[in-house]
């Protein structure tokens, strides 16, 4: 039992340092404890490290190509990687947005898309206004948009900081907060790049209102 035990952590080792040395290829200035941070995250088990090996031995490219097939374990990682400052890789876009994002999502074209994407294009008739519309809340006998949602009691809460019970949309230590109340993102934007609320995504960028208009 001990000799397999052995066998089996040195393969898992193996497997390890083969995997740092397909993404230490194409990142040669990413370090390596931040490479295998990365991997200790994404695949903490042997057989999640197996999968993954697979793909880069059948699919050597898989860190350049930006193809939108690439499997969700692959399109993770890429997004780790960019996230620690990987700047060779090629990340795939959204066919709608072209956002770079994970791509969860099949249109009826084939093309991928990111969730948001996805969702808005697959619209669904709401069970209250008969609208078709992308769904945000489902029960056992519903399918509500946003909408009908917001309206409906059931996501309706005491907003802490100004005491109505109406839609709550975040929620902070002290409780919910309204629409109204919660703080709002600020992106830069990708014409004017001063940091404000985004009216929209083009070409992956966020872009304001004023710029939008």
């Known amino acids: 039992v001990d000799h397999r035990e052995r066998m089996h952590s040195l393969d898992n080792v193996f497997e390890e340092s083969e995997l740092r040395g397909w993404i230490a290829t ?72 072209g956002g770079a994002k994970i791509l969860c999502r099949r249109l009826a074209d084939g093309r991928k898309a990111c969730a948001h994407c996805g969702r808005e294009a697959d619209p669904k008739p709401c069970s209250r206004c008969g609208n078709m519309r992308v769904i945000t809340r489902r029960t056992s006998t519903e399918q509500l948009c946003l909408r009908c949602y917001r309206h409906d009691p059931i996501s309706h809460k005491t907003c802490s900081r100004c005491g109505r019970n109406t839609y709550a949309v975040a929620r902070i230590k002290s409780g919910w907060l309204c629409t109204t109340c919660a703080p709002r993102k600020l992106d830069r934007c990708g014409q004017c790049g001063h940091d404000r609320n985004p009216r929209t995504i083009l070409l992956g960028a966020p872009i304001c209102r004023l710029c939008y208009e």
């Not at 903490?44 to 490219?61: G, M, V």
Request: hydrophobic fraction near 45%; charged fraction near 25%.
């Open 26 to 97: 194409v990142e040669p200035e990413l370090a390596e404890m931040t490479i295998r941070g990365i991997l200790e995250v994404l695949v903490p088990r042997p057989e999640k490290r197996t999968i993954l090996l697979q793909h880069f031995d059948r699919f050597p490219n898989l860190l350049t190509s930006g193809d939108p097939l690439i499997p969700p374990i692959v399109q993770r990682l890429l997004e780790r990687l960019a996230a620690a400052g990987a700047v060779r890789i090629v990340r795939p876009r959204c066919a709608v947005c």
